[in-house]
């Protein structure tokens, strides 16, 4: 979500990709379904490890994994913390979920 939500607040001007340590291969039903309700066509997604993500960013922004999370080399990383919404109920999910697009459009704002 995280993704689709830099390419919604920050356009054409940035450059995002998502992905996991430990890749499912599928991006929840859950959150493609929570993503339409804003609009958002999350199939046109995948789900990818952090084996297929290479470079330097400018920000690199973890989801609370803490120590456990390989290095990935930018100039700006903030660990987010936020609980995994994959089995909260739908109010929760949209929580997460707006919490996240509060903290993209922040991080964007930041970042220019």
Do not use: Q
Not at 50 to 71: K, N, S
């Amino acid at each position: 979500m995280a993704e689709a939500f830099a390419h919604i607040h920050g356009g054409e001007h940035v450059e995002a990709f998502s992905a996991g340590s430990k890749p499912s291969g599928v991006i929840n039903p859950k959150a493609i379904r929570f993503m339409s309700e804003l609009g958002y066509d999350l199939t046109t997604h995948t789900s990818k490890s952090l084996d297929d993500i290479e470079g330097e960013f400018d920000a690199v922004i973890t989801m609370g994994c803490g120590d456990d999370c390989p290095w990935i080399p930018a100039k700006h990383r903030e660990d987010w913390g936020l609980p995994d919404p994959k089995h909260m109920d739908d109010d929760g999910y949209r929580s997460v979920r707006d919490d996240i697009s509060s903290r993209v459009k922040s991080l964007l704002a930041a970042l220019r």
